[in-house]
């Protein structure tokens, strides 16, 4: 009797050794195909898959009562809005930074700022870099693409550079925000705090502040010091960290790249002739620049022309401004910073490419020259995907909120809110507070796409597939 107790026990533990080992084999055999599906999924995908991971941790976060000064549970969806528009690094703002969030809030809401202006392949690069661990070839290929590099050979050396420069140009800044706040603004030791965060939101082309009341720096409007730290931050962020290193490196004009000629030619440009139509658009409205002696007037318009491209801070009341001027800052807005930066928009070389070549066809000229260098066709026909499907985009959300907006706000401002949030620039007239949740969602997403970039959501959808039959060609009428 006790012979066959013992057998069936040993054979019991047999059969419950089997199925373990069999339970721990498909536990692996899932693993192995969870890895092989995320290996399948094409890289844009991945990369809008990054900053939507990010945007989910800040939600949770922002929803936590130790984010809010009134210790409460933050609204879900006030949550999800305020982590995208930092994640984004765009600045449309549901609830007053300074006031309504915790010190515990802030550092959340400037985590998300950093690490999205960055950009979360970044940091994993960093992080690789710090651990002593090698990149395979889909890792680089990864943050080739999220930098806009052609070769992934270089990336990690642009990665690490990236990381370089930003620090410093945050910490210099911002010991310079924290310097005035300490003398002329008598904060004591929160002037420190508030030094490197602006320094911070404002090199990431964020837009967020602490001033409070939604008046970002209108208080500040004649106030050279602040002023001018906070254009080099924006500029700075704004020009790519492949223009800063080409700058540094070559340091003339002759040797740069087409690349960078191109962007600082661009941002040149667009600053002059936005400080200007500003100016003389807005210098005899009183409720903006028009009470302000000249100095201040061209100050706050030069302002005013560095920020409205992307960064989203604001040294005039926009909610007064003249309608010319909305509809210029909304060309402004959607052209936005350059390739590589902490802004958004359809970027400045994209513009420059579309404009030379339309300059080309009305010249009937075969090809597209730029600082005498041939722009090939590939880029042509990106820039000119990249234009219609972030045009497309903004017309489907000004549709959308129009219609689920029920008539509750101008059709100026509507557009004006849709341009800020394509551009991730932030610039808000006073009414995102105001918006019911279905419109809220569809700046979420306006938020997300301009930070990952129209093109790059686009091809998330799909996988690239080479042509293996070519048709024959057709003549068709144009124009």
């Known amino acids: 009797m006790r012979k066959s107790i013992e057998h069936e026990l040993t054979h019991a533990d047999g059969h419950d050794l089997e199925r373990s080992q069999l339970l721990r084999y498909q536990k692996r055999l899932h693993l192995r195909r969870f890895f092989r599906s995320i290996a399948g999924i094409n890289r844009s995908t991945l990369i809008g898959l990054s900053f939507a991971f990010l945007i989910a941790l800040g939600t949770i976060l922002l929803m936590l009562p130790q984010a809010h000064v009134n210790g409460q549970w933050a609204n879900p969806l006030d949550a999800f809005f305020t982590a995208t528009s930092a994640s984004c690094v765009t600045g449309l703002a549901v609830w007053d930074t300074g006031k309504e969030l915790s010190l515990f809030g802030q550092l959340v809401l400037l985590f998300l700022i950093q690490v999205g202006g960055l950009g979360l392949m970044t940091i994993t690069t960093l992080f690789n870099f710090g651990l002593h661990k090698k990149m395979n070839i889909r890792q680089r290929l990864l943050v080739q693409d999220s930098l806009n590099q052609e070769d992934p050979g270089n990336v990690m050396h642009i990665a690490l550079n990236v990381l370089k420069y930003t620090f410093?140009?945050?910490?210099?800044?911002?010991?310079?925000?924290?310097?005035?706040?300490?003398?002329?603004?008598?904060?004591?030791?929160?002037?420190?705090?508030?030094?490197?965060?602006?320094?911070?939101?404002?090199?990431?082309?964020?837009?967020?502040?602490?001033?409070?009341?939604?008046?970002?720096?209108?208080?500040?409007?004649?106030?050279?010091?602040?002023?001018?730290?906070?254009?080099?931050?924006?500029?700075?962020?704004?020009?790519?960290?492949?223009?800063?290193?080409?700058?540094?490196?070559?340091?003339?004009?002759?040797?740069?790249?087409?690349?960078?000629?191109?962007?600082?030619?661009?941002?040149?440009?667009?600053?002059?002739?936005?400080?200007?139509?500003?100016?003389?658009?807005?210098?005899?409205?009183?409720?903006?620049?028009?009470?302000?002696?000249?100095?201040?007037?061209?100050?706050?318009?030069?302002?005013?022309?560095?920020?409205?491209?992307?960064?989203?801070?604001?040294?005039?009341?926009?909610?007064?401004?003249?309608?010319?001027?909305?509809?210029?800052?909304?060309?402004?807005?959607?052209?936005?910073?350059?390739?590589t930066s902490t802004g958004g928009g359809i970027k400045t070389t994209t513009f420059a490419v579309l404009l030379a070549s339309t300059l080309a066809l009305l010249r009937d000229k075969k090809d597209v020259v730029m600082f005498r260098k041939r722009i090939d066709a590939s880029l042509i026909e990106k820039s000119l995907a990249v234009f219609l499907l972030a045009i497309g985009w903004v017309a489907l959300a000004v549709f959308l909120l129009l219609l689920l907006d029920d008539k509750q706000h101008p059709f100026q401002f509507v557009l004006f809110e849709v341009f800020s949030a394509m551009g991730t620039v932030g610039m808000g007239i006073g009414i995102t507070p105001e918006w019911n949740p279905w419109c809220k969602l569809v700046l979420i997403v306006t938020m997300y796409i301009g930070r990952i970039g129209i093109l790059t959501f686009g091809m998330s959808f799909f996988n690239k597939k080479v042509d293996r039959l070519r048709y024959p060609t057709e003549n068709v009428m144009i124009g």
């Open 168 to 339: 410093l140009v945050e910490f210099v800044f911002g010991t310079l925000l924290s310097l005035y706040f300490y003398y002329s603004e008598q904060l004591g030791s929160k002037a420190f705090y508030w030094g490197y965060w602006h320094a911070i939101s404002a090199f990431c082309n964020a837009g967020f502040d602490l001033f409070g009341d939604f008046q970002s720096l209108v208080h500040y409007q004649g106030n050279a010091a602040i002023n001018i730290c906070f254009i080099m931050l924006i500029v700075i962020g704004g020009l790519g960290f492949t223009v800063i290193e080409d700058l540094l490196q070559k340091r003339s004009w002759k040797g740069l790249t087409l690349h960078s000629k191109i962007v600082l030619s661009v941002n040149a440009i667009l600053l002059a002739l936005g400080t200007v139509l500003i100016w003389l658009l807005e210098h005899k409205n009183i409720g903006t620049i028009g009470s302000a002696s000249l100095e201040q007037q061209w100050l706050a318009s030069l302002f005013q022309a560095v920020s409205l491209r992307t960064a989203g801070f604001n040294s005039m009341d926009l909610a007064v401004l003249n309608p010319a001027t909305l509809f210029f800052m909304m060309g402004m807005m959607f052209i936005g910073a350059s390739p």
